[in-house]
């Protein structure tokens, strides 16, 4: 069975500060993919990056990038620059081939201050 | 803009009253699926569709009916709401399902039952 940790229940950072946000993952499939959302305390759930497990190079989408590590099962999000505009809460998930689900982690909330 | 749309954003229903929440995407998606978010719980599928006239359960069906005559769109329905229902509730679409699609979330619809 898939498996998303987020060990980080909250991550404090100053504005233009980077963070970086921990996520491991538990599969046995070969062919995966791994995303991280936002989502604000507004609600709606907002897409930032994605990685294929047979992707070569580290995602980077603007200021987010994915720190790859397919070894140790890790898919950590760093936003660089943080901006006030990033506090919220951050989920990594993933879908394995063959299945049509996400398998969410139970976030990490993020907080950006002046 | 390419969009995923919910509606109503935010309902307060009582129990027992038919409700339907509409979820409408404009990207030609072919995969969608409805997502309901709770705390401690986080999120989980409730039920998808592969394409036109095909839906399947996910994690979490009971209580929710879907449909997917056209492509753009697929509705959740409540037959019979019951407080445990009260969630936030998210529709995703993407291209197709499985690994390598980006999953796209709408807004997110807040739905009370009293």
């Known amino acids: 069975a898939q498996k998303i940790t987020q060990t980080q229940p909250g991550m404090f950072v100053q504005e233009k500060e980077a963070v970086t946000l921990d996520c491991t993952y538990d599969?046995?499939?070969?062919?995966?993919?791994l995303f991280w959302y936002k989502q604000p305390s507004s609600g709606e759930m907002i897409f930032l990056i994605y990685q294929g497990s047979y992707d070569q190079q580290n995602a980077t989408e603007g200021r987010y990038s994915l720190n790859f590590q397919k070894a140790r099962k890790s898919a950590n999000l760093v936003i660089s620059a943080s901006q006030l505009g990033d506090s919220a809460m951050y989920f990594c998930a993933m879908m394995n081939s063959g299945y049509s689900t996400l398998t969410f982690g139970k976030g990490t909330m993020l907080l950006v201050s002046p | 803009e390419a969009q995923v749309t919910q509606n109503p954003r935010y309902l307060i229903t009582v129990t027992g009253k038919k409700l339907t929440v509409t979820c409408s995407q404009n990207m030609n998606h072919e995969y969608m699926s409805w997502y309901r978010q709770d705390p401690g719980l986080g999120l989980r599928q409730i039920y998808y569709s592969m394409n036109v006239e095909v839906t399947d359960k996910g994690d979490v069906p009971e209580g929710y009916k879907v449909s997917r005559k056209e492509k753009r769109n697929f509705p959740l329905i409540l037959e019979s709401p019951s407080p445990n229902q009260t969630s936030l509730y998210f529709c995703?679409?993407?291209?197709?399902?499985?690994?390598?699609?980006?999953?796209?979330f709408g807004e997110g619809s807040w739905l009370t039952v009293v």
């Open positions: 995703a679409s993407s291209l197709q399902a499985g690994v390598g699609n980006t999953i796209y």
């Open positions: 599969t046995s499939d070969p062919s995966y993919g």
